[in-house]
């Protein structure tokens, strides 16, 4: 009917003006979204909300033709599996479902399932997101124990206290400000349940890695504001551990 559709038509108007580049604030169309299904006390048809998280990746590029040759080789997915993941994880313990922020071409993704019963993982970049379903869910999903998404760590597409942990490697320095990247702490809190953790691991704004972001998205996270833009978010029992080159943290929702 009529006055079921008449709600979404400035969404529809907000995707066609996205498709041609004149939004610049594409998270503004995924929020608009939500409005409408709290407002109308209806779910928004999956289609149309795939349909906006299509949108704002095919207006920007998050990451450069490096940047993607690298994520995509054979040496970091074993680079992942011999010392990012390890170091990132210690002693931490993931629970029964992990939310993967940021998954890129999966090359944590094979180490987590064996680690844990279920792993969500969230992608932003489609072309990222087709080879990570291609490569870990060549048959789809049949056992309900993994999953492939497209979403934004800024605004996550989960309900709250969904998981048991989640993590954010290499992610937030690709996100367009600090203020997303507030968002992204309080977006994992959000959807993490009572006693989760939130482990992630960043980059130091160094001139090489200035110069490895040519063409695409840098904001470095100061490793010194961690602490606190992670407390201001709920988290509590924080930590923040360096090595040459970079730094993770990890953080507990009470």
């Known amino acids: 009917p009529r006055s079921t559709l008449f709600p979404y038509t400035t969404l529809f108007r907000s995707m066609k003006e996205a498709s041609a580049g004149s939004v610049k604030d594409l998270h503004a169309v995924a929020r608009r979204a939500r409005l409408l299904q709290v407002r109308g006390n209806r779910e928004i048809p999956p289609a149309l909300l795939i349909r906006c998280a299509t949108l704002s990746i095919n207006v920007t590029e998050s990451m450069n033709a490096f940047e ?3 994520c995509s080789s054979s040496l970091w997915r074993y680079i992942s599996k011999q010392r990012v993941i390890p170091w ?3 002693s931490s ?3 029964g479902h992990v939310l993967e922020i940021g998954a890129g071409y999966g090359a944590a993704t094979a ?3 064996q680690r844990v019963p ?5 992608e932003y970049d489609a072309k990222s997101l087709a080879k990570l379903r291609a490569r870990n869910n060549p048959d789809g999903d049949k056992t309900g124990g993994s999953a492939a998404v497209c979403g934004d760590a800024s605004y996550l597409p989960f309900a709250d206290q969904s998981f048991s942990s989640a993590m954010a490697i290499l992610v937030l320095h690709h ?3 600090g ?3 507030d968002r992204a702490f309080a977006e994992a809190f959000r959807v993490l349940r009572s006693g989760g953790v939130f482990l992630g691991l960043e980059i130091n704004d160094s001139w090489l890695n200035h110069v490895g972001h040519i063409g695409s998205t840098f904001t470095p996270v100061p490793p010194g504001s961690a602490f606190a833009r992670l407390a201001r978010a709920g988290f509590s029992t924080i930590s923040v ?4 080159g970079g730094f993770r943290f990890s953080a507990m929702r009470p």
């Open 118 to 122: 279920r792993v969500t993982s969230l």
């Open 175 to 177: 996100l367009k400000s």
């Open 88 to 90: 990132v994880l210690s």
């Open 179 to 181: 203020e997303l990247q």
């Open 111 to 113: 180490d987590l399932r």
């Open 68 to 70: 993607h040759a690298l």
């Open 93 to 95: 313990r993931l629970g």
């Open 241 to 244: 551990d360096f090595r040459v």
